[in-house]
């Protein structure tokens, strides 16, 4: 549907344009802002122009708000499988049982989201339990934490995964006292069943990322950076071409595909605005969950334990160096401190070695860094992907795993006020992708009922509103290149924005949870528009 003229009135509008904090009304035409102000002049824009104009009615405007790192595929498909995030291991058996009792034998059951942490004893569950209420169907549950699976007998059976199986590289097949593999696949190991599971089919996808792209659009997202496999770009290319695309995608690949993206010719950036190429996605190592983050030194509940460095270092090294070579950036997970480290030492080979590429090399989490560390992204120019909301879902196993070197953790304020780059995301389906949830974790470091108090956890780390708001609008569009045209509410500037109920910037921040999203403009069409606007 093309563009047509746009005129938003009486609202509450932050800019984040420094020349021009607040205004009330907003001018676009196509898809860009010509005109933010007030009421009379705004008009006086499109005199004798048709317009659509829209009144406020007080509603709070922010920038688009980006998501700058998710896994969309992953969520989508996740739509039509089972939800195994349950408050129990017996609740998760239930669920697979319903499900058996409706598919076909030999149909796969998957499912997302269990959390073994909060199940008591906090031991993994085991293949024999999905044996019992399926027996006849292969079964691939992947963790809350996405670095480890459980898997049943008949999974493990096809996948030819016995007691003998070695780890592969970078994962591992846990196994019991006896050497008997227990159905728990931790990192790398999660590939030897996640490879032979059916695919989807790619008009099912699309129809999938259609379904997402709504949610996303409903929570106040106006574009996101994905971090899943090629086959979720074709289906975005495929609604891009279709003009269904409702959010900005910048689309990250995965190491696999380095060497054929610099066949190709392909660089970081190359596309549109609203569908283009991002970085290189690379592991340097797993999770705190599972106990896969790779330390320095033992986890403090686990002193022998210093987690999987699951991409060899040489290899991450020298894939940096060629993927910047040839105009490619890079975005590496790390979640441990050992594994921040050597990432900041690639990349400061890298700025060595290639100076001046413009490029914005990432690391994604940056969950803890040793003191020696922190202010290393900033000197490097490396941008802080973080996701808030992990902070607040992850605070009592991190101090339970990292209580020593717990300052270091989730410090946001710290890198900001270092001066790096922040860039907030969910981790998506790890987490919500609601931005609000993310918000509400950056400012208050507390959940939903309050916990762990009035101040939070370690408030020293807390944001302000704006800062927070920043994070999710300019953060992204400085990660992916797009600062001079998105981000920010200001003429020329493309036209994304995020429509609330009430002002996130003036109301306790625990109320920003309770906050309603009535519209969503990407492209300056409304792509969400509730039937309160």
């Given at each position: 549907m093309p563009n047509t003229n746009l005129l938003l009135e009486n609202g509450l509008i932050y800019t984040l344009n420094p020349a021009q904090p607040r205004v009330t009304s907003a001018a676009i035409r196509g898809n860009r802002f010509v005109y933010l102000g007030q009421g009379e002049k705004a008009r006086q824009i499109f005199c004798g122009e048709p317009a659509?104009?829209?009144?406020?009615?007080?509603?709070?405007?922010?920038?688009?708000?980006?998501?700058?790192?998710?896994?969309?595929?992953?969520?989508s498909t996740g739509l039509l499988a089972i939800n195994a995030e349950q408050p129990s291991a017996e609740n998760v058996i239930r669920e697979v049982r319903q499900r058996a009792e409706t598919l076909p034998a030999g149909k796969w059951?998957?499912?997302?989201?269990?959390?073994?942490?909060?199940?008591?004893?906090?031991?993994?569950?085991?293949?024999?339990?999905?044996?019992?209420?399926?027996?006849?169907?292969?079964?691939?549950?992947?963790?809350?934490?996405?670095?480890?699976?459980?898997?049943?007998?008949?999974a493990l059976r096809l996948a030819g995964i016995t007691d003998d199986t070695p780890d592969p590289a970078g994962g591992q097949i846990v196994r019991d006292a006896s050497g008997k593999a227990t159905g728990i696949l931790l990192e790398e190991a999660i590939k030897l069943v996640e490879k032979i599971i059916p695919p989807i089919a790619p008009e099912d996808l699309v129809k999938a990322v259609k379904q997402?792209?709504?949610?996303?659009?409903?929570?106040?997202?106006?574009?996101?950076?994905?971090?899943?496999?090629?086959?979720?770009?074709?289906?975005?290319?495929?609604?891009?071409?279709?003009c269904s695309l409702t959010l900005r995608v910048t689309k990250n690949i995965p190491l696999t595909f380095l060497d054929s993206a610099i066949a190709a010719g392909l660089c970081t950036g190359f596309g549109d605005d609203m569908l283009h190429l991002g970085a290189v996605k690379m592991f340097?190592?797993?999770?705190?969950?599972?106990?896969?983050?790779?330390?320095?030194?033992?986890?403090?509940?686990?002193?022998?334990?210093?987690?999987?460095?699951?991409?060899?270092?040489?290899?991450?090294?020298?894939?940096?160096?060629?993927?910047?070579?040839?105009?490619?950036?890079?975005?590496?997970?790390?979640?441990?401190?050992?594994?921040?480290?050597?990432?900041?030492?690639?990349?400061?080979?890298?700025?060595?070695?290639?100076?001046?590429?413009?490029?914005?090399?990432?690391?994604?989490?940056?969950?803890?860094?040793?003191?020696?560390?922190?202010?290393?992204?900033?000197?490097?120019?490396?941008?802080?992907?973080?996701?808030?909301?992990?902070?607040?879902?992850?605070?009592?196993?991190?101090?339970?795993?990292w209580g020593s070197r717990i300052n270091g953790a989730y410090a946001w304020k710290t890198q900001l006020d270092n001066g790096a780059v922040l860039a907030f995301g969910s981790d998506c389906p790890v987490?919500?992708?609601?931005?609000?949830?993310?918000?509400?974790?950056?400012?208050?470091?507390?959940?939903?009922?309050?916990?762990?108090?009035?101040?939070?956890?370690?408030?020293?780390?807390?944001?302000?509103?704006?800062?927070?708001?920043?994070?999710?609008?300019?953060g992204p569009a400085f990660a992916t290149g797009m600062e001079d045209r998105l981000g920010t509410l200001a003429p020329g500037y493309l036209a994304d924005m995020t429509i609330l109920d009430r002002d996130i910037f003036s109301i306790d921040p625990m109320d920003i949870l309770h906050t309603t999203v009535l519209g969503t403009i990407v492209d300056g069409k409304f792509v969400w528009r509730s039937n309160q606007l």
């Open positions: 659509d104009i829209v009144d406020l009615k007080g509603a709070t405007v922010l920038p688009g708000l980006t998501d700058a790192h998710l896994h969309f595929e992953w969520y059951i998957t499912g997302y989201g269990w959390n073994h942490n909060v199940w008591g004893n906090g031991a993994f569950p085991t293949a024999a339990m999905l044996d019992r209420v399926a027996p006849h169907h292969p079964v691939a549950l992947v963790a809350k934490s996405a670095h480890a699976s459980w898997v049943n007998s008949t997402g792209m709504q949610n996303a659009n409903r929570m106040g997202l106006t574009g996101i950076h994905d971090m899943d496999q090629p086959s979720v770009f074709r289906a975005f290319q495929q609604l891009h071409k279709e340097a190592d797993g999770a705190l969950g599972p106990k896969t983050a790779w330390m320095l030194a033992g986890y403090d509940s686990a002193p022998q334990d210093t987690g999987i460095s699951t991409t060899d270092i040489e290899i991450l090294c020298d894939s940096v160096l060629k993927a910047n070579a040839n105009g490619l950036a890079a975005a590496i997970h790390a979640i441990g401190d050992r594994a921040n480290r050597e990432i900041l030492n690639i990349y400061s080979e890298a700025k060595k070695s290639h100076p001046g590429t413009g490029l914005r090399n990432r690391i994604e989490h940056v969950q803890l860094l040793a003191p020696e560390d922190t202010a290393r992204l900033a000197e490097l120019g490396v941008v802080a992907s973080m996701q808030p909301i992990h902070a607040t879902s992850d605070m009592y196993i991190a101090d339970e795993h987490e919500t992708m609601d931005p609000l949830t993310g918000i509400h974790a950056a400012v208050t470091r507390r959940r939903a009922d309050g916990t762990p108090g009035p101040e939070g956890w370690h408030p020293e780390q807390r944001l302000s509103i704006e800062d927070a708001v920043r994070a999710y609008t300019q």
